[in-house]
């Protein structure tokens, strides 16, 4: 298909050949089996340090574990795989680095914040669908410890979380994308655009990344003619409950009501009842990418759901712009999986 008809509108993008999910998994820690999805997960770690010495090495554990997990299902050999798509939340994505560097695939490093599960398989897609590689890789991770030492304070100062903190998920969840194969498939792409609410408060981040989430989903249904009634489920990943309820309540203004169809992956992976000092559900870049690599991509190829919206939303802040006073902006890429190519 030519290139110009593969763009749709401003900014989604429809693939000629949609590449194939050849294999996926997940990788978390204890507290993540503890909910709702424990039977979905690929292998869970008891000790949050994965048997290494530090918390981010820990995290270059679970993205090895979780790639390779990935490949084994995907039934290729290693040395197939053209390229790698990766990040993480660490200064310079460090985990993602240190946890590839003796795999010896090409490799780009991504950094999209929480939205990077999405990011990377919209370009490991692209990369298929382009011609570019055969079977290309989409990976990110997260851990509460590394992430509460970069972002917050030291775990033994024991800080109150406010009512608006979300938990940073343990966890890891590659994807590998490639020719043939019987789907779910990669039909489409939508690239977000930096937005900013101006909400400079860093417990707060759902409610930043709320609009960003609305603006890509809100494009992608005026550039494909797809309407909310044409999916079986729109997850973002992750606002938590009071993003999620802002996205909603956005689009109600529109005249559009998502209902039931819409979740977000913060809100699945936990149970707010009984987990309670999660507060206002999961976030990290683990969070959307274990729930896509298991509980969703396990119920597409049952059969349950045909047609996805998968949206990852980041806030793309650092300790550094938020001890200068600056406020948090966000993005939100989205790409829909579907079980037919059409």
Partial sequence: MPQALKKLGKQTVAFAEPPSILGYASVTGKKESEGPLKRTFDLIYDDTTCGESSWEKSESRMMKDALARAITKSNIPNEKLDVIFAGDLLNQCIGTTFGLRESGIPFYGLYGACSTMAESLSLAAMSVDGGFSSYAAALTSSHFCSAERQYRTPLEYGGQRTPTAQ??????????????????YVTHAATGKIIDAGIKDVSHMGAAMAPAAYETISAFFADTGITPDQLDLIVTGDLGSIGREIVADLFSRDG??????????????????????????????????????????????????NSVLFCGTGALLSPVSSAQGESVPAICHAVRISNTKG
């Avoid at 149970?271 to 509980?295: F, I, M, P, R």
Wanted: contains cysteine; glycine residues 20%.
């Fill in 167 to 184: 938990w940073t998920v343990t966890g890891s969840g590659a994807a590998i994308v490639g020719t043939g194969g019987i789907g779910p």
């Fill in 256 to 305: 559009i009501k998502l209902g039931k169809r819409y979740n977000d992956c913060g809100l699945m992976i936990f149970d707010l009842e009984k987990q309670k000092e999660v507060v206002a559900g999961g976030s990290g870049c683990g969070c959307s990418a274990v729930v896509l690599c298991g509980h969703i991509l396990n119920e597409m190829r049952a059969g349950a759901w």
